[in-house]
């Protein structure tokens, strides 16, 4: 099937940055949109970024100018570069992929998350 692990998340003060990492692997076609989403305590989940194959990014509000999300040279992987953080962005981040899998006769498409990397950011 298809994984997906992210990685990069921690502890820093306001003001400081943080890199998140993706990547998908498994019988991966295609990947077709890449995405991290983050969902604070007491909290609805939120799209924080996405991207599509053909490059093309989109940001919520309250992080435009501040996170930027990119793939990596292996299109299977992509980044979140998190700067200027302030409290309100502790959350736990997940990565979504938008896959098409393939068994080589079968093709399938699949949204697969990861399990989340924990964001803190203190005062």
């Known amino acids: 099937q298809v994984q997906v692990v992210e990685s990069g998340g921690g502890l820093v003060q306001a003001g400081g940055s943080l890199r998140l990492s993706c990547a998908a692997s498994g019988n991966i076609f295609r990947i077709n949109a890449m995405a991290w989403y983050r969902q604070a305590p007491g909290k609805q989940r939120e799209l924080v970024a996405s991207i599509t194959s053909a490059g093309t990014t989109n940001y919520v509000d309250s992080v435009k100018g501040r996170f930027t999300i990119s793939r990596g040279n292996a299109k299977n992987t992509v980044y979140l570069q998190m700067n200027s953080l302030k409290p309100e962005d502790t959350a736990n981040y997940s990565c979504?992929?938008?896959?098409?899998?393939?068994?080589?006769?079968?093709?399938?498409?699949?949204?697969?998350w990861g399990q989340g990397t924990l964001v803190t950011v203190s005062s």
């Open positions: 979504n992929a938008g896959v098409t899998w393939s068994s080589g006769v079968t093709y399938r498409s699949l949204e697969v």
